[in-house]
């Protein structure tokens, strides 16, 4: 399939488009490569995809060294006029839209930045696959807009309409935008609602890339709500293995009790909620080094629990995650101590 991914040079999106490319479709890489985080692992993840950063030009599409199935191009979602080239020429049978402006406390000081990428950004996504219908288009949400919702597991049937940070209205706004173009377009889509997402080539303002740096350099951690939080972990491979299982699961029109279009919502997660002081205690073992904890309240923005209830996923392809916290964790510590030379 001819497979369009957006956020190509992002944490989830590297890995599936390595994963994809090895499977030999023919796919389209699309990232802006900015400066929210350092955007040399950016560059790093890219050249594990053949696509060197001396390569890479503004709005230039460029070919993989390795792969002779992947091309790549620098570009923002919002120029819309080059969106819609893109698909004009690659005419994608799959979009894949993973771009965002991630973080929750990244939105107090930068709240347009998630309007202009995570919506308007989202809004050209949905343009294009109107003028360029596609199979399916599988697009990233995220466990945060579950937000004050006090029902666990969380269920994809449970309401959730009190987000409690900018970042999760974008991905609650993202589902709503995606079932109108659905309904209104006959678009199949399907919301992907990531939980905690972790593992090798991950994001620095994460948990475990935060921990593992400061623990290794005898620094303290920062741990809120004095560690009385629990997370629903997610390991990368049982992420992007789950992403292509649904692939060719195109969602049809069908008699919902709320709607009748082509278009789904999902959680994607591990379904075994972790404490957060586990999960410390766990990096300490793998590092060999205890920990120093520095206790704090609750962060504004932030979530004591959250619990992915899979039950959908499973029903539809079978999906069961594979690897433990242990495991997940010495793979990422692995791959830490390669990548920074430690």
């Not at 839209?97 to 050209?124: D, K």
Request: charged content about 15%.
């Amino acid at each position: 399939m001819k497979i369009f991914i957006s956020g190509a040079a992002g944490f989830i999106g590297f890995h599936l488009t390595n994963l994809l490319a090895n499977q030999g479709h023919e796919i389209l890489g699309f990232d802006n490569i900015n400066d929210y985080y350092d955007i040399n692992l950016k560059y790093s993840r890219l050249a594990q995809l053949g696509i060197e950063k001396e390569q890479i030009s503004e709005k230039v599409v460029i070919k993989s060294k390795t792969f002779s199935n992947l091309q790549f191009i620098k570009a923002d979602l919002q120029d819309k006029s080059l969106v819609m080239k893109c698909f004009a020429d690659f005419k994608p049978d799959i979009v894949c839209n993973l771009a965002a402006q991630a973080g929750v406390r990244y939105s107090f000081e930068n709240p347009y930045t998630y309007i202009e990428s995570n919506v308007l950004g989202f809004l050209t996504i949905l343009e294009a696959c109107r003028a360029f219908p596609v199979q399916h288009l599988l697009y990233a949400s995220s466990s945060s807009v579950y937000g004050l919702n006090n029902n666990i597991p969380f269920s994809v049937n449970d309401k959730n309409d009190s987000p409690i940070s900018l970042y999760a209205a974008t991905k609650k706004s993202n589902e709503l935008m995606a079932h109108t173009y659905s309904y209104l377009f006959n678009i199949p889509s399907t919301g992907l609602r990531f939980f905690t997402v972790y593992g090798p080539w991950g994001r620095p303002d994460m948990a475990l890339f935060k921990f593992t740096k400061s623990i290794l350099a005898h620094s303290p951690i920062e741990v809120y709500n004095q560690g009385n939080m629990f997370r629903d972990f997610t390991y990368i491979d049982d992420i992007v293995h789950a992403i292509v299982k649904l692939i060719p699961e195109v969602p049809v029109e069908q008699n919902q009790p709320w709607t009748t279009a082509p278009f789904r919502i999902l959680n994607i997660g591990n379904g075994s909620p972790v404490n957060l002081m586990d999960f410390v205690h766990a990096i300490e073992q793998e590092l060999g080094i205890e920990a120093i904890i520095n206790y704090l309240p609750l962060q504004p923005g932030d979530v004591v629990s959250t619990h992915a209830d899979t039950s959908q996923l499973y029903e539809l392809i079978g999906f069961k995650p594979q690897t433990s916290i242990k495991e997940g964790i010495h793979q990422f510590i692995t791959w830490y101590k390669q990548h920074y030379k430690q």
